[in-house]
């Protein structure tokens, strides 16, 4: 008999049907034993009649179980509907049972919120875990939310185009993640902390619209907002003022969000600058919501605008605030073209905060080589730093690179206001503990003295144990 989902049951009523799934909740009473049952589209109540051949069966069954059940979906007598619940007006009266899989006890309860287990036994068993309610809707949101972010995105003829994960290191202000080459050893690669260069070259290359649901692997000290690893949803646009981006990124986000059944706090998004957050607010990131608003799910976007492009490292040298290979606002080009006033130049910096997160960041882009190159001049590079750093990219700038700029949204940082969770890690289906340590599986670990001699490393004994 062909396998139903537990959604559509309720349109075969009177019909003997089979369905597929784990079983949520058993509740044995001597003569009859009830079930719940669940698959990925939801629960139904199931029930063996004393007498059933099923019986013996539905004895040995326990939580968890992976099984195939056949019977007849009945109408619950009108005293027994749950209305709150769903398939609350039918039950199915088990016929046979077939037991696809067993399952030990589980290590943890998962038929609430999870949230309070231990870290690592969570992450151990992270694959019970995402059974839980709350994991099942966190990672359906995220997919919703990219699948409708996807389908706006092709709606206004953006392409989406992967780049690479073995790269070169990109600066974007963190330390990198590297991977040692085994063909040419004692060299490394580093894993992307954004595409940002591969996505300006993209507009070289001629695209003038790129999107990608992109891995950014960050070294940075582990956050509850931020992981090593997280997913930006990175674009980027040809012959585009800071306006053209902001409006694509405010139309799509409103679009999704409205689409997904959220409701936005004002509508166009309000603006400020970061000189005026910082006066208001303390902070660049900020929570526009009343104590109501919070109750009720809402989504309370703003820009913040006019970031200073520069700032002071502790050993008294200028670096970037945000990202070097940014346009500065058009008023200040010149004073940065002849390193002057330093400090006070703005960049065209624009980043959407939500409910106190920034949920993403981008700018115009510098897209000639000049002036590419006097921001890293500001930042103390010569001729030879320059060429090593960013030579191929102003390269490529001497090649008809059109105007551009872009963005990226932190997948993680949205979803998070979508779900209300506080976590990184209750949005990812894999995340890595505080510690660092993956899920399920154990890494980081040694390599084999095999492994190592391949890529021509040496560890120091101190690190081994
Ligand atoms: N590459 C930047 C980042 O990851 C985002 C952007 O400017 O597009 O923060």
């Given at each position: 008999m062909e396998r139903i989902l537990i959604v559509e049951?309720?349109?075969?009523?009177g019909e003997m049907v089979s369905i597929s799934g784990w079983v949520d909740v058993r509740r044995d009473q001597g003569k009859m034993v009830f079930f719940d049952f669940r698959d990925r589209t939801g629960l139904v109540q199931g029930v063996v009649l004393s007498?059933?051949?099923a019986m013996e069966i539905a004895k040995e069954i326990r939580n968890e179980y992976v099984v195939r059940i056949e019977g007849i979906v009945n109408k619950r007598p009108e005293k027994n509907v749950?209305?709150?619940?769903?398939?609350?007006?039918i039950e199915l009266e088990i016929k046979g049972i077939e037991i696809l899989n067993p399952s030990e006890?589980?290590?943890?309860?998962?038929?609430?919120?999870?949230?309070?287990?231990d870290e690592s036994v969570r992450a151990e068993y992270r694959y019970l875990d995402l059974r839980s309610k709350r994991m099942q809707k966190n990672m359906r949101v995220r997919s919703e939310f990219v699948r409708h972010c996807r389908e706006y995105l092709f709606s206004k003829q953006f392409i989406e185009i992967e780049t690479p994960l073995l790269t070169e290191s990109t600066p974007e202000g963190s330390r990198d993640f590297v991977v040692p080459s085994r063909l040419q050893p004692g060299k490394f690669y580093a894993l992307p902390q954004s595409p940002q260069q591969y996505k300006q070259l993209l507009m070289t290359a001629g695209f003038e619209r790129y999107f990608q649901v992109a891995r950014a692997v960050r070294d940075e000290d582990l956050r509850a907002d931020r992981g090593f690893e997280h997913t930006q949803l990175d674009l980027e646009m040809s012959f585009v003022t800071k306006e053209d981006v902001m409006a694509t990124v405010e139309n799509m986000i409103t679009t999704v969000v409205e689409a997904m059944g959220y409701t936005i706090k004002q509508k166009p998004f309000p603006r400020i600058s970061y000189k005026d957050a910082m006066t208001k607010y303390g902070a660049d990131k900020f929570d526009l919501r009343t104590e109501e608003d919070k109750k009720n799910g809402i989504l309370a976007y703003a820009w913040v605008v006019d970031f200073p492009f520069f700032k002071k490292t502790d050993e008294g040298d200028w670096t970037f605030t945000h990202n070097p290979f940014s346009m500065p606002i058009p008023e200040h080009f010149d004073w940065l073209l002849k390193r002057e006033h330093i400090g006070d130049i703005l960049t065209t910096q624009y980043d959407l905060v939500c409910n106190g997160y920034e949920s993403g960041g981008g700018s115009i882009r510098a897209h000639k080589p000049e002036i590419l190159e006097a921001v890293y001049r500001v930042m103390g590079f010569d001729i030879e730093g320059l060429e090593e750093r960013i030579g191929h990219i102003l390269k490529a700038f001497r090649?008809?690179?059109?105007?551009h700029g872009g963005i990226a949204l932190g997948i993680e940082r949205n979803i998070m206001n979508l779900t209300g969770e506080t976590m990184l890690r209750e949005v990812q289906a894999f995340p890595m503990t505080r510690g660092g340590q993956t899920a399920v599986m154990k890494a980081p670990k040694l390599l084999t003295e095999k492994q190592l001699k391949e890529l021509g490393l040496k560890i120091d004994k101190k690190w081994k144990q």
């Open positions: 049951l309720g349109k075969h009523i007498g059933s051949v749950q209305t709150d619940r769903q398939n609350g007006d006890a589980m290590p943890f309860d998962i038929s609430g919120d999870t949230s309070g287990i090649y008809g690179t059109p105007p």
